[in-house]
């Protein structure tokens, strides 16, 4: 990925494209998968990212299949979240920032066996878009989100639109 970056940086002075080199790796994943004695790729990626076309969200499988999401969720247990995302995904194009992060909190937890909750020590959250930089929220940063998401979790309701100072 690198190399092809810098590539496209040196050659057309330009980035990039995401889409572009998230298809570059799945053909490479996917030409494993059709050679004799080449065993194929054991990972699959959440490939997230902003280019001069905007936010992206790419889901690689190992196969070398890749797919442009609007939501997705991968690993053990992520069915339950991807259940999640999909009831709720009308929602996320006129959210904000704030409503988004729970969104994405609710659909971690409910990735999670039922005896588990969201800690500070267990979950992490990363943040990124158009106008800034990625941020990894990890420990005492992440209390704020968690606290305002699943603030009425007693009565059967969470919270909605809470806005969150960080």
Known sequence: MKQQSLSSRLTYDRPILLGEITS???DRAQTSTQQYGKRPYGVGLLI???DAKGPHLY???PSGVTMEMVASAIGARSQMARTYLERN???FEGASREELIQ????????SLSQDKELTIENTSLGVGGLDENFKLYEHSEIQGYLETTFENKGDGEQGEGMEVDS
Do not use: P, S, Y
Request: glycine share 10%; no cysteine; proline share 0%.
């Open 24 to 26: 570059r790796i799945g």
């Open 59 to 61: 889901e690689f499988q």
């Open 48 to 50: 997230a990212g902003v």
């Open 103 to 110: 969104h994405a909190l609710r659909a971690l937890k409910e």
């Open 89 to 91: 995904i009308d929602e």
